[in-house]
């Protein structure tokens, strides 16, 4: 989809819709909305007197123009209550809009940049969220349909109207900003939702690099070989059950100064989690294809960092591999050296995350990094703690949670802090190794953490648990069914805003 903007008054828009917004409870029409009832002799005024459309979040009533107005169809979208607003209700405007050009077949449509918003909101962060939710709610995986591939409808074009020239190079920046974003949150969709059986390690790792290549990212993909010399043996534990080989993956962009330590992004990797030899049910073990989820999002940050040339140092680290029962499987029982010495007793084959990330969390304390975030789709227990609505963070690092907590809330995309308290160290002590990989039932979100956290040394380190949040099951404004691309936004957000 293409999102361009065009300079020019609304009764010159010729489309095949053109979306306005409105607020709820808007009785007096102003500005732009009064421009355009008057251009369709009233018809607005007259569809929200008739109680029909209110202007509540979400709502979408379609008005069919009879007076010769250039555009057949018109879209009113709801942005709920004005004292409620937020950038969101914008980013969910535009996936409305989309969602309902989708239903009609359409190919493309206008939409009335809104001139009624608070005045706090600045022009640029609300033309990205705009098309942020336009091209976010027009994505569509439609590889592998082969039959029905006609049928799969995505618009070409959106065109976010505005007279006022003077607003149009921040709209403009923001519609750049926005189109990067949502092409890096595609991406990690993309990722998420391809199966299992392409998305090996090994094709992670060449496609990482690719891109890599394209927006002048350095990129090394190491092989069973180097990550064995490295001494990774937590990696290479939960590795010895598959035969597609693992791989590590790195990537480093450096936008800041020189002498700048990186932010390190680490990602889970697991191309597919069958629990190995604790094996898994067989009802929906499918969505294991998904266990890649925290790789794909630094990924997809990492290149959308790059993208927007934003001024730091980046390194985006990824442990990836199958987790798989066989013959020559890691099983319950086995002790694991990790890269940092530390010995790992395994429990339990399918809280093979923790171990992966283990040796990755090693490697990043190279970079001597100022900060350490690591993303992985992790347990379980955070999904009961937490459901579908927000990813936990648990970490060492009052003013990293700070920053990711400030980019939360501009990227709607929730997240909320579990403690780790000392007490919890007791779950997870072996009575022969270091640590062990399961601490029980109790807190299984925290033990995983604090099982982290113990490799997380040297440096300010936060854990987000994405497990809820990876796959979305019902679909949403701007998020459709499958791969939700959640935190790529959020850690975009915060690197915008690292040096602030
Ligand atoms: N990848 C899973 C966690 C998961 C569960 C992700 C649901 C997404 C949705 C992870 O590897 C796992 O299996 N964790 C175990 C840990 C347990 C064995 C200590 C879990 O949560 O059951
Ligand atoms: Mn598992
Ligand atoms: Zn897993």
Redesign the pocket.
Known sequence: MEVKVLNTDLAQIKDEAVAITFFEGEKVLKGKGKQLDSLLSGGISNLIKSGDFTGKAGQVAVFYPQNGYGTKRVFLIGLGKKEKFDLDKIRAAGGRAVQKAKELKLKRFAFIYPDNLPAKFQNQDVAQALTEGVILANYEMAKYKTVDKDKIISIEDVTLIEKDSKKSSAINKGREIGEITSWSACLTRDWVNFPPNELTPTKLGEESKKLALKYNVKCQVLSPEEIKKLGMGALLGVAKGSQEPCRFIILEYNGGRKTESPVVLVGKG?TF?S?GI?IKPAENMD??KG?MAGAATVISAGLGAARLKLPVNLVVLVPTTENLPSGTAYKPGDILTSMSGKTIEVL?T????RVVLADALAYASRYKPQAVIDLA?????C?VALGNVAAGMLGTDDKLKNRLKDASKKTAEKLWELPLFEEYEEQIKSNIADVKN?GGRPA?AITAAYFLKMFADGYPWVHLDI??M?LEEKGKAYVPKGGSGYGVRLLIQMLRDWRR
């Open positions: 697991i989690d629990g604790s969505q294991m266990d339990n399918d809280a093979e995350g789709t992790l347990t379980g227990a999904v399961t299984g497990a809820g990876d």
